[in-house]
Nanobody, 116 residues
Framework: VQLQAYGGGLVQPGGSLRLSCVVS????????MGWYRQILGKQRELVAR???????NYADSVKGRFTISRDNAKNTVFLEMNTLKAEDTAVYFCNAFRRALVIDYWGQGTQVTVSS
C-alpha cells in the first residue's frame, strides 16, 4: 500500500489550501484515513480523521476551519484547509489505518507554509 500526498505550498494567513492523498495498492474503503502534521522538533499530531464509515473528528485547533473528506471511487482523501494561520505551518502526512489488522501506512508528507 502506498500513499502519495499532494497540494502543499506557501499561502498567506487567511488563505486556503487543499491537500490530496491518493492510495494505491489497495482499495481506500477498507481504511480509516487521517491527516497528521509535524513541526520540526515536535511530535506528530492528529489533524483530522475520517473512518471507513465516514465519521470525522478534528483537532480542536482546526475545528471549523479544516474539512476532511474521502472519495472511495478515486481512492483519494482530501483535507480542505481554510482561514490558515501561521501556526498551521508544518509537514502534513497522510495515514491509512486498517482496523481489522491493526496496521497503518504513511505517506511521504507535504510541506504547508503559512506566511506573509
Amino acid at each position: 500500500v502506498q500513499l502519495q500526498a499532494y497540494g502543499g505550498g506557501l499561502v498567506q494567513p487567511g488563505g486556503s489550501l487543499r491537500l490530496s492523498c491518493v492510495v494505491s495498492g489497495s482499495i481506500l474503503s477498507i481504511f480509516d484515513m487521517g491527516w497528521y502534521r509535524q513541526i520540526l522538533g515536535k511530535q506528530r499530531e492528529l489533524v483530522a480523521r475520517i473512518t471507513s464509515g465516514g465519521t470525522t473528528n478534528y483537532a480542536d485547533s482546526v475545528k471549523g476551519r479544516f474539512t476532511i473528506s474521502r472519495d472511495n471511487a478515486k481512492n483519494t482523501v482530501f483535507l480542505e484547509m481554510n482561514t490558515l494561520k501561521a501556526e498551521d505551518t508544518a509537514v502534513y502526512f497522510c495515514n491509512a489505518f486498517r482496523r481489522a489488522l491493526v496496521i497503518d501506512y504513511w505517506g511521504q508528507g507535504t510541506q504547508v507554509t503559512v506566511s506573509s
